[in-house]
């Protein structure tokens, strides 16, 4: 078997070329009191990347913005047409030519947490599902095993990391392959270590980060995402 890549999933996944980020998602959603469930109790804060504002709860927002582009080919287009995936893809073309079978996208979903308990509200679960559509629409040709493992415990605890991927998921399957790619650029420091634990002793394993510069203002948010 070829490549297997492993993601581990943040904030900062999907981002947008757009000037004004705060249009683009009022125009997939498109509905006035829908939006204002979404917005969080802080101040907008944009940067140069364009990823979704801290304004919006992150959780609920990819809900929203899956929800439409499921229902309405239009505004998957409109979306499709910005989306960005600075972290993910420069990994798949790296490795496009060594033939890729499988993306697994690790996010998470932390139902133990309630609905508006801030960092259930961090949680990715969703973008991947967003993700993946949009990585099996541009990338069909290649027909990639898509796989997203959703995490449901305590992803700020390495223990619970740990022991959740190994039980959920590599007890049942086995990742026979030439090479193994973990792009941890996103995700919690524990996932990211987890998986270096769990893969510690395997060979043909390799770990990609991408590096990218940031605002002053947007420094301590970083470190929180």
């Known amino acids: 078997m070829g490549v297997c890549i492993i993601c581990t999933l943040g904030n900062r996944d999907i981002q947008f070329d757009v000037d004004d980020i705060e249009e683009l998602i009022k125009e997939i959603i498109s509905n006035e009191e829908e939006l204002k469930n979404l917005l969080a109790e802080k101040k907008p804060k944009f940067n140069k990347y364009k990823i979704i504002p801290q304004k919006y709860k992150f ?7 899956l929800e439409k ?7 998957y287009e409109k979306l499709k047409k910005h989306l960005k995936m600075p972290m993910i893809e420069p990994v798949i073309e790296k490795y496009e030519k060594e033939k890729i079978d499988k993306i697994i996208l690790i ?5 133990h947490l309630s609905e508006d308990d801030e960092n259930r509200q961090k949680d990715t679960i969703y973008e991947a599902e967003i993700i ?8 069909k040709d290649r027909k990639f095993n898509i796989e997203i493992w959703e995490l449901n415990n305590d992803i700020s605890e390495i223990r619970e990391v740990f022991k959740e991927i190994k039980d959920k998921y590599l007890s049942k399957r086995n990742l026979n392959y030439e090479k193994i790619v973990f792009e941890v650029s996103g995700g919690t420091p524990q996932m990211r270590e987890a998986l270096r634990l769990l893969f510690l002793l395997k060979k043909n394993v390799m770990f990609y980060e991408v590096k990218y510069e940031v605002n002053d203002k947007d420094k301590e948010d970083d470190k929180k995402l």
């Open 59 to 65: 959780y609920e927002t990819t809900r929203k913005i």
């Open 69 to 75: 582009i499921k229902k309405d080919d239009k505004k």
């Open 132 to 139: 993946k559509k949009y990585l099996e629409d541009k990338y």
């Open 107 to 111: 996010a998470s979903n932390q139902k």
